[in-house]
């Protein structure tokens, strides 16, 4: 919540989304 005014995302779901995307990538195991 603290970033969403930097984040593109529309929601707190999908900017929830995209940093799990981004943790996905960086090899951490994300649990939805």
Same mark, same amino acid.
């Given at each position: =919540?603290? =970033?969403?005014?930097? &984040? ?12 799990? *995307?981004?943790?996905?990538? &960086? *090899? +951490?195991? +994300?649990?939805?």
């Amino acid at each position: =919540k603290t =970033k969403m005014p930097d &984040m593109t995302a529309g929601s707190l779901q999908a900017a929830m989304n995209s940093i799990a *995307g981004t943790a996905r990538s &960086m *090899g +951490v195991d +994300v649990e939805s």
